[in-house]
Every structure is written in C-alpha cells, then in structure tokens.
C-alpha cells in the first residue's frame, strides 16, 4: 500500500487535457517538493516535473505539475498517442526520511 | 552525455546475495547522490536507499535496513548496491538513479538507469 495515493488509471483522447492526482499527508506532499516521473513499457522512469512544477530540459511545457495542501496533480495538454505511459509521483517522507512512490496510474490515449 | 549504466542481469537462488553495479559517465560522480529504486513484475515503484557521492553516509528504507548495503568506489565512479538473503519477492528490476539533492533537501532523480533484472527462483 503506498503512502501516495493515486488512481490506478486516466484515459483521453488525442488533444485533450488530462490529470492525474496523488494524495499524500502532512509529513510528505505537505513538506516537501513533488515531482513527477514518466514510464514507458520496458523502459526506465524518466523525471518529467521537479520541484512541484519545474521542467527537465526537454520536457515540453504541455507537462505542468501543482501542489496544493498535501496533494499534488499533473496535468497533460494537448494529449499524444505517445503520452501512453504510466505516471509515478514521489516525495521526501520526513517520519519515513526516505522517499515515497505513488502507486502509478497508467495513462491511455483513446 | 550524462548517463549510468548498470551491469547485467542476475540469477539467483534463495538465501544468496547479488550486487548490481552503477557506473556514472559525463557528470562529476561525486556532487551527486545516487539512489536506487526496484521494480517487482507489473509492480510500481520502491525506494530503497541512497548514498552520497563524496562521503560515506547513506540512509535505507525500512523495508531494507540489515539486508541491503549501498557503497561507492569514487575512483570508478561507481556505486553498488548488495541484497542479502534473497527470497522469491526480490525478483524485480532493480535501477540505481542520481539524486537531485540541495541543502539536504530532495528534489527528485533526474537520470536514471537502464536498470538490472534480478530474478530469485530455486
């Protein structure tokens, strides 16, 4: 069971904005920077947000990333067939002093 | 170009240990941390460590804490990471990643590897 909460799937078609939220607790998301990963299959997880909202070089802006209180969501514009992945958000856990995964959602694009 | 890369993929029996290596290439080895992270078949992400780059201090999950040994060799500019008493639920992909890390504080792991298929099966 992760401590970051996230839905387990998201769908949209080609051209729309979808988001994906991961809901977490005062001692994780409440403290500390989310980012946010990107995982196509068979591949390694790549960092698409840092510091709650900020970019790689590389990744296009139609990635955008917010916190608010102890949740966190990333957004997803313009939606390509090449966006299909899964999603992991994470964190620093102050009472864990480790980092925390969400458990993934698996994005499909209709 | 800044990548790591990991060494091959590992079979093993129950009880055994394996160490899964993680060279850094086009970055200063020693200004980054480096984490490392498993991921079980059709499983999310797990945490389980990290090591500093340029002194020997590292912190471990939980989970892990007595089982697990992360170390550098800075001279290669590589860092380890051993599993002791292996059981059939450590049959995951293991990847090592660099932290970014500032003032003690996380902000994710921006390169990672190509990652290491650890399968335990007797």
């Known amino acids: 069971q992760s401590l970051l909460t996230q839905p387990p799937s998201v769908s949209g078609t080609p051209g729309q904005r979808v988001t994906i939220s991961c809901s977490g607790s005062?001692?994780?998301?409440?403290?500390?920077?989310v980012n946010w990963y990107q995982q196509l299959p068979g591949t390694a997880p790549k960092l698409l947000i840092h510091s709650h909202n900020e970019r790689p070089s590389g990744v296009p802006d139609r990635f955008s990333g917010s916190k608010s209180g102890t949740s966190a969501s990333l957004a997803i514009s313009g939606l390509q067939s090449d966006d299909e992945a899964d999603y992991f958000c994470a964190t620093w856990d102050d009472a864990l002093n480790g980092v925390v995964f969400g458990g993934g959602t698996e994005l499909t694009v209709l | 170009q800044v990548q790591l890369v990991q060494s091959g993929p590992e079979v093993k029996k129950p009880g055994a240990s394996v160490k899964v290596s993680c060279e850094g290439s086009?970055?200063?080895?020693?200004?980054?941390?480096i984490s490392w992270v498993r991921q079980a078949p059709g499983q999310g992400l797990e945490w389980m460590g990290w090591i500093s780059g340029y002194k020997d201090k590292t912190s471990y999950s939980l989970k892990f804490q007595g089982r697990v040994t992360l170390t550098t060799d800075r001279s290669a500019s590589t860092a380890y990471m051993e599993l002791r008493s292996l059981r059939s639920d450590d049959t995951a992909v293991y990847y090592c990643a660099r932290d970014l890390r500032y003032n003690d504080i996380f902000y994710g792991m921006d390169v990672w590897g190509q990652g290491t298929t650890v399968t335990v099966s007797s």
């Open positions: 086009g970055y200063s080895f020693t200004n980054y941390d």
């Open positions: 005062g001692s994780n998301i409440g403290s500390n920077t």
